[in-house]
């Protein structure tokens, strides 16, 4: 079993260079002929951030300037993991004649989703630490190192959905649908405008404490932040979550590896 | 040591009458909507085994859907076995569709380094075949621009171009020469030939029984999923003509 697993992503490996390549054509045919270029990507959590800012600041009683940074680490993680969700469900339609041709493993057309939206969210990422930096200083340069293991939980996360919902998505191509509902669902259950403590003021923090992507959120704007370390609670519920994710995701692999073509 | 060991081998699956099922049908299946979207079951390969060694030329002939593609596709491992077992040992190239499988946006340049790389090479080994395909292709200063603008003549040549600068143990031919101009197809035709000399092991599908008697030591010929017939080429084509020339004139009567 493990055997297996290794040489799986071993054989993922080897094939670097074209999932690699095609993540390039990806990003390069969406900036085509657009003057901001991969701006682009920045301007939809930049421009929604602005609107947040100006509206819930005052409704909430915030302050601007912390106010800002949350928003947007909350939106950047939102537009990774949505934008993870939504392409996902193409992945396996858009490598078809690939798929036909040649064997290779099939992650890794989720795999070239997850890279090009991570991409984005590194971009983004580095907006947010200038924001940081520039409104409260230098403080969380301490805590930065942990960052490396959100971004990794991160990573293994958005592959794994991509795993589940490209697998899905082929058998039933409704999901791409149900997925745009859930998120904008799931969107006002994340922490990603408001803060947590203002439902847990109302006797409703349950939403927020049984919603996984919220522990994934702290893991990310903690460090960031308020340079501290996540708490223990929360980094235990999202790795169980990522690592519950990634299971479903290997098993289901397991299972249509061979079979998928004859779906497409 | 090349090889391709096929054991009872079979490819099945099954379709769904009216395409695919959606996820209100899954849930309401079992209630009324199987009866309007029955599942059909495609035996598109059955109880085929063989062995091939180095050196062998291995024909496939058959009529349209007999299972040659399937056959195909299943020693290039596109197709899994759904049944029996497929043992190929060997690094495996094939040219099927050479149309498919390109990014439209990109020039012919990084597409030629896509579809390398989608077989096995690595940018060290890529670099230096780069200007051979180029010039293979004769597209000249079109490989900078991007496929959308290419005839199809022109990505066959691409493809073709591509798929033969790569050498491969086993080489799998599923009749690849349908367009392209009259000059680049006889190129095509000596590059064929030359792979069929460096190859170590040849799998060819195709229709032109003539050449299958010359290129080939050995025919398989499919009908209806499964091996009718396999030996020497002589005897296998000539039994196959037979056959098709006793049912076309049963037609005719």
Redesign the interface.
């Known amino acids: 079993m493990i055997l297996h697993a290794t040489q799986y992503l071993n054989e993922i490996w080897r094939k670097r260079y074209f999932w690699m390549s095609l993540v390039k054509v990806d990003l390069r045919k969406r900036y085509r002929r657009s003057v901001l270029g991969i701006g682009w990507s920045l301007m939809h959590p930049i421009a929604m951030t602005g609107v947040f800012c100006i509206v819930f600041s005052q409704l909430f009683g915030q302050d601007i300037l912390t106010y800002a940074p949350f928003v947007l680490s909350g939106l950047a993680f939102w537009s990774y993991f949505t934008g993870v969700l939504t392409e996902s469900c193409q992945c396996y339609f858009s490598g078809e004649a690939y798929i036909r041709q040649s064997p290779a493993p099939l992650a890794i057309y989720p795999l070239r989703t997850t890279v090009g939206m991570a991409i984005h969210f590194v971009v983004a990422l580095v907006v947010l630490m200038v924001l940081v930096w520039s409104t409260s200083g230098f403080g969380n340069l301490a805590s930065l190192w942990m960052l490396a293991p959100t971004l990794l939980l991160f990573f293994v996360l958005g592959w794994s959905v991509a795993i589940i919902f490209g697998v899905i998505n082929v058998v039933f191509q409704d999901m791409q649908h149900m997925v745009q509902v859930g998120m904008q669902a799931l969107f006002y259950m994340t922490p990603i405008f408001y803060r947590a403590q203002m439902l847990r003021d109302r006797g409703i923090g349950w939403i927020v404490d049984a919603n996984p992507l919220a522990a994934c959120l702290e893991m990310l704007r903690k460090p960031i932040l308020e340079g501290q370390a996540p708490s223990m609670a929360a980094t235990a519920y999202a790795c169980s979550f990522v690592l519950v994710m990634a299971t479903i995701a290997s098993l289901t692999l397991a299972k249509v590896e061979k079979r998928l073509i004859f779906y497409l | 040591m090349v090889k391709i060991s096929l054991k009872d081998v079979g490819v099945q699956?099954?379709v769904r009458r009216h395409g695919?099922?959606?996820?209100?049908e899954?849930v309401l299946k079992g209630m009324f909507r199987r009866k309007r979207n029955p599942v059909i079951t495609v035996n598109a390969l059955h109880d085929v085994s063989f062995e091939a060694q180095e050196g062998d030329r291995l024909g496939i002939i058959g009529h349209n859907g007999a299972g040659k593609s399937t056959l195909l596709?299943l020693i290039?491992?596109?197709?899994?076995p759904t049944h029996g077992t497929r043992d190929v040992i060997g690094r495996t190239s094939?040219l099927?569709d050479v149309t498919?499988?390109?990014?439209l946006?990109?020039s012919g340049w990084?597409n030629i380094?896509?579809r390398a790389?989608?077989?096995?090479?690595?940018?060290q080994t890529i670099t230096p075949k780069m200007q051979e395909i180029a010039e293979f292709s004769e597209l000249g200063e079109y490989l900078d621009m991007p496929l959308r603008y290419y005839s199809t003549g022109m990505i066959v040549r691409l493809g073709f171009s591509i798929a033969t600068a790569i050498h491969p143990e086993i080489l799998i031919v599923d009749e690849v020469l349908g367009a392209g101009d009259k000059s680049f197809l006889s190129k095509a035709r000596a590059r064929m030939d030359e792979m069929f000399q460096t190859a170590s092991l040849v799998v060819l599908a195709s229709h032109d029984l003539n050449a299958m008697e010359e290129l080939c030591n050995r025919v398989i010929w499919m009908d209806h999923g499964s091996i009718r017939q396999m030996g020497p080429p002589k005897e296998v084509i000539a039994a196959y003509s037979e056959q098709q020339t006793s049912t076309s004139s049963k037609l005719a009567a």
């Open positions: 699956f099954e695919r099922v959606t996820l209100k899954y596709k290039a491992g596109v197709y899994p094939s099927f498919l499988g390109f990014e946006d990109a990084e380094k896509y790389y989608l077989l096995g090479e690595t940018p």
